[in-house]
């Protein structure tokens, strides 16, 4: 008897703004073999159009963000898995999906897995890209405790226990959350560098809300996920990460500093902060919650 492909569910996120990335990325979607995929092309304020046999669309009637779009996706795809694409990335390996389903299946303490990022055009990709603080050579596979957020996949039963993308975000910092949370399920988030996603090297303070979110978002970050006396001493500790940034480049500090004081100043929404045991786990892993 032959054993069933593995279910994945796909949420492919896009404003529509650039339609040949998306072409590509679904395209490589498509060609994904040894899985089985329900896919959706979620546009965020905007109607897919013209997708290929196959890719569901769910036309939201305005730019909800990024973590809200990709939370809408959801709830349309059915699968043992879920997978997060970014209408930017593709798939070069028609065999990524069911390699990253492996090792997920192999290892049941990894509950998250990122791949390693690579410019198709040959350009050298940031560090960012790589989410550990000591970065090492981006082929190195390792516990982390961020994530690019632009492909990912995790079991669906993990993604549904973290309670999602964190929604009042809109953009920046959700996917450190969505790490923590996994591990807080007693399970690892993965940096897989032998697995690969392409996307483009695009920097992202082309977004003129960049620097106000990016503040706002490490403040309420701190407040919805860690212990309270945490809460001061990871936000310090960031704020003087921004401050020693700011002493080479000091585009955007008014904006972030706008961005830091609305984080104390507004409702960050649901508090679920880390357990002990988690706080404790990820120390020992090498990041402790302050950092």
């Keep these: 008897m032959s054993v069933p492909d593995p279910t994945v ?11 040949d990335d998306l072409a590509r990325g679904i395209r490589s979607l498509l060609d994904q073999t040894g899985v089985s995929l ?6 965020n304020g905007w109607e897919p159009t013209a997708l290929p046999a196959g890719v569901a669309a769910l036309a939201l009637p305005e730019n909800l963000g990024i973590p809200a779009g ?10 043992e898995f879920l997978f997060f694409l970014d209408d930017d990335a593709s798939l070069p390996d028609p065999e990524f999906l069911a390699a990253a389903v492996a090792k997920l299946r192999a290892d049941a303490s990894i509950g998250l897995v990122q791949p390693r990022v690579v410019d198709p055009s040959g350009t050298t990709p940031p560090k960012r890209w790589i989410p550990r603080i000591r970065k090492g050579e981006a082929e190195h596979s390792s516990n982390v405790f961020s994530v690019w957020e632009g492909a990912v996949i995790l079991p669906r039963a993990v993604f549904d226990a973290t309670g999602g993308w964190a929604e009042p975000f ?7 959350e969505l790490a923590w949370r996994v591990w807080d399920q007693g399970k690892r988030a993965w940096y897989a560098g032998d697995l690969v996603a ?6 992202p303070t082309r977004h003129s809300y960049y620097y106000r979110l990016n503040a706002r978002n490490r ?3 701190a407040r919805r996920n860690l212990p309270a006396v945490f809460v001061p001493l990871y936000v310090a500790s960031w704020t003087g990460v921004q401050l020693l940034r700011s002493v080479r480049n000091r585009d955007g500090l008014g904006a972030w500093w706008g961005g830091w004081r609305e984080g104390w100043r507004t409702d960050a929404g649901e508090r679920r902060p880390l357990r002990w045991r988690t706080v404790w786990r990820m120390t020992l892993a090498g990041r402790p919650p302050v950092i």
């Design 170 to 176: 809109f953009y920046a910092h959700e996917g450190i």
């Design 219 to 221: 403040v309420w970050l």
């Design 38 to 43: 329900d896919i959706v092309c979620v546009g």
């Design 70 to 79: 990709r939370n809408r996706g959801v709830a349309q795809v059915s699968g």
């Design 198 to 203: 392409n996307h483009p090297v695009i920097t």
């Design 9 to 19: 569910g796909v949420v492919v996120l896009t404003q529509g703004t650039r339609p």
